[in-house]
Structures are given as structure tokens and as C-alpha cells.
């Protein structure tokens, strides 16, 4: 199976102007025209507009707190973390997660030498049986290209400061493939349950634009 990943090895400083990771967006065109073809498929009797209702509740079901239950369980059990990362969609279901189409689930573990961040840049392909619907700024297109071309920029913007000696890594979503990153567990969580390490783990650390929260310090032993 082809995995369409960048690697970022050269030297990103640079003084020209782009555009930057905006958190808000006004209806792209694909939106509008999704919104016309599903009003025209409703008045054409085509498909009922309880079916959509019905899929809508099943996306509304899926939120990042599937993925993080994922990641907290992968900290955990070294076991499960190998099988998760050997195929993570099954993985996934081995936590009684359902997956409702036919994408393949790809897991990329961050360490100390490799930083994972992921883009789709063709339109917003993303893991949504485990972190239910992407962020706006995932689907703009300043955050599709720059992902590519300008990782360590983009992270930047997010707060998240890469260090020269560790390889950013950008994996390309595609209709069939998804991918999720599995943060790196943060220190100070030896004694975590698995649902305290879940609650630190965000939806934008399993994009890979910002590691893992750190435990606030009354809770750590």
C-alpha cells in the first residue's frame, strides 16, 4: 500500500509573505454547491431527507473522544499499540469502533526523532469514524498547501516548535486512506488511569499540529 508522504529536510526560514491559518471561513463553493444538490436530490424525491437526518446522526456521533480512547488505550498496552499501529482500522473496532465506509486507517506514532502532521490536499479527506468532522482551518486551503511545502511554518502558527534534529513527517489523505497520529504520551502520567490520559489528548494532536496536553501539576506524581 502507497503512503503519499513529504518529508521536510531543508532549511524553511524564508521573508515572503502567505497567507496565514485562518480559524474561520465563509461557505466554500463545494459547501454551496453541497447544499444545492442536496435540496435539488430532496425535491426530485431522489433521497428522503429522513436518510440524510440519519446519516448526520451517525456523524454526529463520532467525536476526537473515539480517537483519544484509541490513543490513551495505545499508551497503555504495548499489544494493542503494535496492532493498532500494524492496521489501525482494525485497532479501532478492537475498541468497538465502527467504521461506515470503506477507509483504510493509517496510525504514524510521533517520537523524539519524528514529528507526524497530516493534510489532505485535494479536499479534507480525514479519519471521521474516530474524530467525527475536521476543523475549518484543516479544509482552507492556505493550511492544504502550506502542510506541504512549509511544515514547520504552519506548526509554528500553532504554537508547536519543532526542533532542527527531529523529521517532520506529512502524510497525504486520499478518498480510501485516512490517517491519525498517535501523540506521544507526556511526561508525569505514569499513574494516569486511561481515562486521565484521554482527557489529554486533543483532536489537533491527533492532526499532528500540536503534541499532547501536559497534566497540570497538582496531578502529577
Given at each position: 500500500?502507497?503512503?503519499?508522504?513529504?518529508?521536510?529536510?531543508?532549511?524553511?526560514?524564508?521573508?515572503?509573505?502567505?497567507?496565514?491559518?485562518?480559524?474561520?471561513?465563509?461557505?466554500?463553493?463545494?459547501?454551496?454547491?453541497?447544499?444545492?444538490?442536496?435540496?435539488?436530490?430532496?425535491?426530485?424525491?431522489?433521497?428522503?431527507?429522513?436518510?440524510?437526518?440519519?446519516?448526520?446522526?451517525?456523524?454526529?456521533?463520532?467525536?476526537?473522544?473515539?480517537?483519544?480512547?484509541?490513543?490513551?488505550?495505545?499508551?497503555?498496552?504495548?499489544?494493542?499499540?503494535?496492532?493498532?499501529?500494524?492496521?489501525?482500522?482494525?485497532?479501532?473496532?478492537?475498541?468497538?469502533?465502527?467504521?461506515?465506509?470503506?477507509?483504510?486507517?493509517?496510525?504514524?506514532?510521533?517520537?523524539?526523532?519524528?514529528?507526524?502532521?497530516?493534510?489532505?490536499?485535494?479536499?479534507?479527506?480525514?479519519?471521521?469514524?474516530?474524530?467525527?468532522?475536521?476543523?475549518?482551518?484543516?479544509?482552507?486551503?492556505?493550511?492544504?498547501?502550506?502542510?506541504?511545502?512549509?511544515?514547520?511554518?504552519?506548526?509554528?502558527?500553532?504554537?508547536?516548535?519543532?526542533?532542527?534534529?527531529?523529521?517532520?513527517?506529512?502524510?497525504?489523505?486520499?478518498?480510501?486512506?485516512?490517517?491519525?497520529?498517535?501523540?506521544?504520551?507526556?511526561?508525569?502520567?505514569?499513574?494516569?488511569?486511561?481515562?486521565?490520559?484521554?482527557?489529554?489528548?486533543?483532536?489537533?494532536?491527533?492532526?499532528?499540529?500540536?503534541?499532547?496536553?501536559?497534566?497540570?501539576?497538582e496531578q502529577k506524581k
Open positions: 500500500m502507497k503512503q503519499h508522504a513529504h518529508t521536510e529536510k531543508h532549511d524553511h526560514s524564508h521573508d515572503h509573505p502567505h497567507e496565514e491559518i485562518s480559524q474561520t471561513a465563509k461557505p466554500s463553493y463545494y459547501e454551496i454547491m453541497e447544499t444545492a444538490v442536496r435540496e435539488l436530490l430532496c425535491e426530485k424525491k431522489i433521497i428522503h431527507s429522513s436518510e440524510i437526518r440519519r446519516q448526520i446522526e451517525v456523524l454526529d456521533s463520532r467525536t476526537p473522544a473515539l480517537g483519544a480512547k484509541v490513543v490513551a488505550h495505545a499508551w497503555v498496552d504495548p499489544g494493542f499499540k503494535a496492532r493498532l499501529l500494524e492496521d489501525g482500522r482494525k485497532g479501532c473496532e478492537e475498541l468497538g469502533i465502527s467504521f461506515y465506509d470503506d477507509t483504510e486507517l493509517i496510525v504514524l506514532e510521533n517520537t523524539k526523532k519524528v514529528h507526524n502532521l497530516i493534510v489532505c490536499t485535494l479536499c479534507s479527506c480525514y479519519p471521521r469514524p474516530v474524530l467525527g468532522l475536521p476543523p475549518d482551518w484543516y479544509k482552507l486551503k492556505p493550511y492544504r498547501a502550506r502542510a506541504i511545502h512549509e511544515p514547520r511554518a504552519v506548526l509554528a502558527e500553532f504554537g508547536t516548535i519543532i526542533p532542527d534534529d527531529v523529521e517532520i513527517r506529512v502524510s497525504d489523505s486520499t478518498a480510501i486512506v485516512r490517517f491519525l497520529v498517535l501523540p506521544m504520551r507526556p511526561d508525569g502520567t505514569d499513574n494516569f488511569t486511561e481515562e486521565q490520559l484521554a482527557t489529554l489528548v486533543t483532536r489537533d494532536a491527533m492532526i499532528g499540529v500540536v503534541p499532547a496536553l501536559n497534566p497540570p501539576e
